[in-house]
């Protein structure tokens, strides 16, 4: 399996860190996107200080809610996307 950088969490109230994460296969109604542009939004960063009810608080974490990039692979059922589409 492949893997990518990534940012992490490895628990509420650590600094963020950077390491490799593997790569999955797009499953059914999913696509796999080669990010090209990441932010963070304030939700991210405040979470890292403090878990709050509408987030997954498992750690270690991957965080990031935006991205841009292409379509990589698409998965079983998706429709209106196919590969090189950028989003």
Do not use: H, Y
């Not at 950088?5 to 696509?31: C, H, K, N, S, Y």
């Not at 709050?52 to 429709?79: H, L, R, Y």
Request: no cysteine; proline share 7%; hydrophobic share 45%.
């Amino acid at each position: 399996m492949s893997t990518q950088q990534a940012l992490w969490l490895p628990g509420i109230g650590q600094d963020f860190v950077i390491g490799p994460r593997d790569i999955d296969t797009p499953g059914p109604g999913e696509l796999l996107i080669r990010i090209v542009s990441a932010a963070l939004n304030p939700i991210d960063w405040k979470a890292q200080e403090e878990a709050f009810f509408f987030i997954d608080t498992s750690v270690p974490v991957v965080f990031g809610q935006e991205g841009a990039g292409t379509v990589e692979a698409v998965g079983e059922g998706v429709t209106g996307f196919r590969n090189g589409d950028r989003v």
